[in-house]
Each structure stands twice: as C-alpha cells, then as structure tokens.
C-alpha cells in the first residue's frame, strides 16, 4: 500500500477500503456472510478499474509501434536525401489497390495532428516529434503498467481477505455443529 | 492463489501478504513476458524467411515495406536491413528468455517460503 495510484482519488479511496475491511475482520463484529459482501464489492470496482487500464494499455501498445513505423519512414527519407536518388514506392491507393510512386529529394514531410490538421515540417523537426511523441507513449506505458500491478496487489489483498473470511466462517460454523452434537451426544 | 482448506486459524501478516502480492505480480509479468517471447521468435523466423528468399530471388531489386509503403530497394540494401533487424531480436529475446530466467527463480523462491508457512492451506500453482 505504499505505491499510490497515478490517476490519484479513485484508488486512495479504494484502498482506504481496503483497509477498514482488514479491521473489520480483526474485530469480526458483523457476521461473515455480510463481510464477504462488502468486501466482494470493491473486488468488483477493482475489476472495472482493470479492465479500463487494460484497454489504454492495449491503446498505447497498439500506438507505439505506429510511431515508430513513421519514424523509420522519415528516416529512410532522411537518408535518401543528398544522394540525388529518387525514392521509388508502391504504395496503397484503396485497400487492395496499388499504385507507384516516385518520392522526389525533399526536406520536408506533412504530420497527421489529428483533429482534421496536417502540418509540414521539415524531416528533422518530423522525427524530432516524432521521436516525442514516442518517448511520451513509452512513459504513459510504464505509469499505466505500473498502475496495473498496483491495482492487482489490490485485488490479491481482497482475494486472501475475502478467502480467510470465508474459511473462518466455515471453522466457526463447523465448531458449533461439533458442539451441539457433542452435548446432543451426553 | 486463494487460500483453501482449514488454515482458517492461521496468521497472515502484512509480510506475507506482500509476499503473495510479489508472486502474482512476477506470476503476471511472466504470462506476459511469455506471450511477448512467442511474438519476437515468430518475427526472428519471419526474418529468417525473408532472407532465404532474398538469396533465391533472381531480381536486382526488391519491395521492402518500411511504414505503410513498399519501397524498392537493392537486394544487398534490404539483406543488411534485415540482418540488423535481426540482430535486434534476437538480443531482445535473448533479454526477455534471461528475464524469464529470473522470474522463474524468484517465483520458487517465494513457493518455498509460502508453501513453507501455509502448507497446503495456499494454491500458487497453475489449474
């Protein structure tokens, strides 16, 4: 519990949750059945939480290839240039159609914004953003992984608490059926 | 690991707790790390293709896909392209197999205290 959550509020709040359940169960005053219904609750929190994490970190797995597939291109334009050769390419006109293309020596590339914006920049400032770009990507990664494995710990901790629970009402109730048959028995 | 059977007298601590914690992180990471191993072998071999091929071909040049387009490009250009690449993943799988290693160390190091404590009131293994 020591590592706090990038994204701030919703996971201190979930620990804190965590951890009045890990009292709760010391003290035992409500009766296990109850307990393992709220304690099941931010198990499902949690789950939602993963299942959001893990859709931004298939997002930017998928993102960081593309990057640096346009950074090898800008490279290899980058490369050509000096040399006085054309860079000859068959490129994809319409899904399945091919058409060719004589890319003649330039200094400059256009960059998608998004939003509707495309901007030319020369190949260095391309790959200069590029290489950005990537480096951010690579970062929200890591947090994101990071974040993650937080979050797991979470759940694992909700897991052996929701099991001890469980198992120590299983013991009680055991105990008591011995009880009632031992004096049933006298 | 969800613990099982009549432990339920047992003691867990916040030591151990994170001790659980640790093997299912490491358990995770090397789910992970063995999918990412089975994608970079796929691509060595898919190098390893592209190269025969490149021998066999009978023309000068060739179409070699950098971003979203085919660039043509001479053949002994795109062999020293693809031994680079292939350079480059095979040191990478040579990475992930030692971090495999490791993980795998660690991970029975961790069965060993665990399994030593709670007998077989844990479950740390695969169904």
Known sequence: MHIAGSTGEPFSNLINNVRSIRIMVCKSAIHPRFLTKDICRPLQQYKVVEMKLLAQQRELQAKIPDIEKCLDIVATLQAKKGTGEELLADFEVSEGIYSRARIEESDSVCLWLGANVMLEYTSDEASALLQKNLDNATASLEVLIADLEFLRDQVTITQVTIARVYNWDVHQRRSKQVTATVVKDS | ?127
């Open chain 2, 1 to 127: 690991m969800q613990q099982q059977g009549a432990g339920s007298e047992m003691e867990v601590t916040w030591e151990d707790q994170q001790n659980i914690n640790k093997f299912g992180r490491l358990n995770n990471r090397y789910h992970e790390l063995e999918d990412q191993i089975k994608i970079a072998k796929e691509a060595n071999e898919n190098l390893e293709d592209a190269s025969n091929e490149l021998i066999l071909t009978d023309e000068d040049s060739v179409r070699f896909q950098i971003g979203e387009v085919f660039v043509h490009m001479a053949n002994d250009e795109v062999e020293s392209k693809i031994d680079q690449m292939k350079e480059m993943t095979t040191k990478n799988l040579e990475k992930m197999e030692e971090e495999k290693a490791s993980l795998l160390s660690q991970m029975a190091e961790l069965k060993k205290i665990l399994y030593g404590k709670f007998k077989d009131s844990i479950n740390l293994e695969e169904d």
